[in-house]
């Protein structure tokens, strides 16, 4: 090889960045899982695709971005995640991060049997706080979860879990356990 040949080699080995070719290959996927989570609770309203790459309009050149861009079929529009209103940019979020841990879990391997999470469907109606947890369930299901363990401050959400444990004032109820539940 030539030492011109050599210096493109080194300047080609240099823009190759492990972390963005990861996020390429991953984002078919997640995006696969974010939709399949979306449907299950959602219906077909909302789908997601990830952009890495995205055109220079003045050259026609391709960029490397970052975007989570999001169909609305109901007004056929896509638009980026960060200009949703805040109770649809939480079912895009909840269906991405459960996309990442399920994709996590396939890439490692490992076997997980529970979860866990933080109240977020507190500025949900209880219509949407009802198809957030077959979100949930949905979850459950494609990952071969046990069980998920969650917080939530709103009573209408807790009729709909398998199992509630109530903490605070002395109190303190717990069904027995049962398999695939959302608690």
Not at 9 to 27: H, K, L, Q, V, Y
Request: a negative charge; hydrophobic letters at 35%; glycine letters at 6%.
């Amino acid at each position: 090889a030539t030492e011109r040949q050599r210096w493109q080699w080194r300047r080609r080995c240099r823009r190759f960045d492990p972390w963005r070719s990861a996020i390429d290959d991953a984002g078919p996927t997640l995006s696969s899982l974010a939709n399949d989570l979306l449907m299950s609770c959602y219906g077909p309203r909302f789908s997601v695709r990830i952009d890495t790459q995205a055109e220079v309009k003045s050259t026609g050149a391709q960029k490397e971005t970052f975007d989570i861009v999001v169909l609305d079929a109901d007004t056929d529009e896509s638009k980026s995640v960060r200009e949703m209103s805040g109770g649809e940019r939480i079912w895009i979020n909840e269906a991405l991060t459960r996309a990442i841990a399920l994709y996590q879990a396939q890439q490692s391997g490992q076997v997980y049997h529970t979860l866990f999470s933080d109240e977020s469907d507190g500025a949900l109606d209880p219509q949407k706080k009802e198809q957030f947890v077959r979100m949930k369930r949905r979850v459950l299901e494609l990952g071969g979860y046990d069980r998920e363990f969650f917080i939530s401050h709103s009573p209408d959400v807790w009729p709909l879990a398998d199992a509630v444990i109530h903490l605070g004032d002395d109190i303190v109820e717990a069904p027995a356990e049962q398999s695939r539940e959302v608690a």
